[in-house]
């Protein structure tokens, strides 16, 4: 046999920090068998490798760069499954996925009726997945084709709801003769046509071969396929009422008694339990709509169209077509379109939307903007940096409808059972239906057939596979809600599961931003004294002096120029102010300068001893005075802190600071566990070392600095607003930027599991009670099927109670 000849597949890799990385990775890839040659590219983060593909996969490139504790970038695709009836549909379609060669893994959603797939696209196209999904059974759309068509979804309910009244008209009549048979309906008027066989079979036939051969069509493929789903239990059961009821219909035709009483028939039960079972998968479109709503909220919030500034003349036009460096112009009450930074123009805008804060945000020239955010007393000129999917929401959105087709962990239960249910249900129905007609009622094969036609028909995997992921979409719709986005469903179910909550303390526990926080001025007026520090320090691009000039502006003080300015690194900053020279800094600074500040030391201790940076003050070699900055607490951090303990977790403050400063914060918040002088490269060991106790261990970060910690955590939670989230680096990310937003995380992922089992309890319950009760012949076939179609329901409704969750 001819060797295949050589390829080449190009990786796109995450996670290098250094060239030694990419000599790491080079020399990992090129000891695999079957791998000629490798080069990584640091700069461009790309690996180039030269490979025969009868010896070694992509994927198997993709693992030994996992490995080696790297990432790999790979495509994605989402598609919109059509034809899936039930949970063994689902799972089905995903083994199918997973087994091609080049796919490195495939989750299919039953609720949301869709596919993700991530691929190498070196081995496998998206064509070929296409043919695979169509090969089972059933039609793969791309996502985007279907969303640039319209609502699909709209016009699958007008043609349930057209197949049910066509179902229904022809099955009525049917019901009404089964009734009339009854004792305590006797009074019913029954017309006597309506008992003749022939009629009977003429109302039948449309429903079980032009409704019902959806049901046909279903389980046709799945058997195809060596494998069974609800068409298979549907069609059987149907078919052997509809085909007897038939065969009763010729042999009393062929009889001499055809002009006489015709024997009970069974049309009923066939025709009945079709419109009973559109009339279910009806009010399951319906509900399942219903979980997606935060996704129509989100998307609602979107402005529709934005006016722009293009050759000297305003032009509204559609959202999607402003490009990159277009300028708009937003007047007051209106949404801001796009992402972009303010070019001209002074106004506030409400970003509650995003941030949860109800203060409008002031916004000038020069600061950054986020579509769909609401400007309200000034018009605004806006440079679009950000556009599509690129922007904010968009992004949001995205993380969004992510999670609600991934799976939890938690689902494999459903799987598991759903892969072998119908092919026992089947078993248990012919098992009833010779005990039934060899033991129970003998040569009775009417009755038997009846109750083995009633286990069929009872047996319901579809609350099955609804079971998960209608929570996980209405539990994580409902948190998105409040600014709290789950990456994936197994975030969702691992997020209750956490015992330690190590908090990162700049920007988590506190603002991560100093603010002015202490003034003591000695022989001269404050006021004076303020204006020039502020006035020196204005020069200085530290971030402590511009955290004394804010403050000092804060207060009303209006600051002069400055004469002359020197920054002296490592001690402070000297200037020229209104004729006085201005020093403020370090102790060495004024050490240097021989200026007494000795009664200054105690209250400067005291001030760093509560986590302060204190710097001295003199003006014209005399000692003025002190100001302190510090990075202040967030205002909710100590009431969460307080929260997670009452909820019996664990609270670590991590922080590269030192250790004096470290303890007066965690004392503030009541944090009694904390990991000071810790480096960034460190914090990553300190939650393995946690983990090695033992624990669950969640990381909450910024998302950037701590990107190392927060993969390693059990649950990485980065913590921010705005476009400045790293949600890339994180399974969680809190919208609002506070720690109160942690637990309620833990409280809708909790509400959610619970959510989760109830629905699992009733649907192997449901299936675990009612397939021997319909054994036993205690339940008819008609009631069996209204039995099957309403535990699907009941399934939805109960996960659309996570909507009302109060947070």
């Not at 499954?81 to 199918?96: P, Y």
């Not at 979804?153 to 019901?175: D, M, T």
């Not at 494998?227 to 062929?254: E, I, K, P």
């Not at 998968?281 to 935060?294: D, H, I, N, P, Q």
């Amino acid at each position: 046999m001819k060797p295949l000849e050589q390829q080449q597949a190009s990786l796109q890799i995450t996670g290098m920090t250094c060239a030694a990385c990419a000599n790491r990775i080079e020399k990992g890839l090129k000891k695999l068998e079957g791998v000629a040659e490798a080069n990584v590219n640091f700069a461009l983060e790309k690996a180039l490798v030269a490979y025969n593909p009868s010896q070694i996969s992509v994927s198997a490139m993709e693992e030994k760069i996992l490995d080696l504790g790297y990432g790999t970038v790979k495509d994605a695709v989402d598609f919109n499954i059509v034809g899936m009836t039930c949970a063994a549909c689902a799972t089905r379609i995903e083994k199918g996925l997973n087994k091609m060669p080049g796919v490195s893994k495939a989750t299919v959603n039953l609720a949301l009726e869709t596919a993700h797939i991530e691929f190498s696209a070196a081995e496998v196209s998206v064509s070929d997945m296409v043919n695979k999904v169509d090969q089972l059974g059933y039609k793969a759309m791309l996502k985007e084709e279907v969303e640039a068509k319209g609502d699909y979804k709209q016009k699958e309910i007008r043609h349930k709801k057209i197949q049910l009244a066509v179902s229904a008209i022809f099955s009525l009549p049917l019901l009404w003769a089964m009734v009339s048979h009854f004792t305590f309906t006797s009074w019913i008027y029954l017309p006597e046509f309506l008992m003749n066989p022939w009629i009977q079979l003429v109302l039948a036939t449309p429903v079980q071969f032009i409704i019902g051969w959806q049901f046909y069509v279903g389980a046709y493929k799945a058997l195809r396929n060596k494998s069974a789903n609800m068409d298979v239990l549907v069609s059987l059961g149907t078919s052997a009422a509809y085909f007897y009821s038939l065969y009763l219909t010729l042999r009393w035709a062929a009889s001499s008694d055809a002009n006489h009483h015709a024997p009970d028939m069974y049309y009923e039960t066939s025709a009945i339990l079709i419109t009973l079972i559109i009339l279910g998968k009806l009010f399951e479109v319906l509900a399942k709509g219903r979980t997606s709503e935060a996704i129509k909220k989100l998307m609602g919030l979107q402005a529709k169209t934005a006016l722009v500034i293009r050759n000297g003349q305003e032009e509204s036009i559609p959202v999607e077509e402003v490009v990159i460096g277009d300028i708009v112009l937003v007047k007051p009450g209106e949404k801001i379109p796009v992402d972009g930074e303010v070019v001209d123009g002074l106004s506030a805008v409400d970003e509650s939307m995003l941030t949860g804060e109800s203060i409008p945000i002031e916004k000038k020239t020069g600061d950054a903007v986020i579509g769909a955010t609401v400007n309200k007393n000034g018009s605004l000129k806006i440079k679009a940096t950000r556009i599509g999917k690129e922007t904010a929401l968009a992004q949001i959105i995205k993380v969004v409808e992510e999670a609600q087709g991934s799976k939890a962990p938690i689902q494999r239960i459903a799987d598991v059972i759903s892969g072998i249910f119908v092919p026992i249900v089947v078993g248990i129905a012919v098992v009833t239906f010779l005990v039934w007609f060899i033991w129970v009622a003998p040569s009775e094969f009417a009755t038997a057939l009846e109750k083995a036609i009633a286990v069929l028909v009872i047996a319901c995997p579809c609350a099955l596979g609804l079971a998960t992921p209608t929570s996980i979409m209405a539990g994580s719709g409902r948190a998105a809600e409040f600014g709290i986005l789950f990456k994936g469903g197994e975030h969702l179910e691992s997020m209750q599961k956490v015992q330690t909550i190590v908090l990162d303390k700049t920007g988590t526990v506190t603002k991560g931003k100093p603010e002015l926080t202490d003034v003591q001025i000695e022989n001269m007026d404050e006021e004076t004294a303020l204006r020039l520090i502020g006035s020196a320090e204005k020069q200085s691009e530290h971030p402590l002096a511009e955290a004394i000039v804010a403050g000092i502006v804060a207060k009303g003080i209006t600051l002069t120029t400055t004469e002359q300015f020197e920054a002296i690194p490592g001690y402070g900053i000297r200037a020229i102010v209104e004729g006085k020279e201005v020093m403020v800094g370090t102790r060495k600074l004024l050490q240097r300068q021989a200026i007494d500040f000795s009664k200054a030391v105690t209250d400067m201790e005291k001030l760093e001893s509560d986590g302060k940076t204190a710097m001295l003050v003199a003006v014209d070699n005399k000692y003025a005075g002190m100001v302190a900055v510090a990075d202040t607490i967030k205002d909710t951090s100590k009431e969460a802190v307080s929260r997670l303990k009452q909820m019996g977790i664990e609270v670590i403050m991590m922080t590269g600071d030192n250790k004096r400063t470290a303890l007066s914060i965690a004392q503030q918040v009541g944090i009694d566990h904390v990991l000071a002088e810790v480096l960034p490269e460190g914090k990553a060991e300190e939650v393995k070392k946690l983990q090695g106790q033992g624990k669950t261990v969640a990381m909450v970060g910024d998302g950037i600095n701590d990107a190392p910690a927060l993969a390693t955590a059990d649950v990485g939670i980065a913590i921010g607003t705005g476009t400045d989230i790293a949600m890339e680096a994180a399974d969680v990310t809190l919208m609002r930027g506070e720690l109160t937003s942690i637990t309620d995380a833990i409280y809708m992922s909790r509400k959610t599991m619970a959510n989760i089992k109830q629905n699992l309890f009733w649907a192997l319950g449901y299936n675990t009670l009612g397939i021997p009760i319909a054994a036993l012949g205690l339940l008819a076939p008609w009631v069996a099927g209204a039995a099957m179609a309403l535990s699907s329901v009941s399934v939805v409704l109960n996960a659309l109670r996570l909507q009302r969750v109060k947070l």
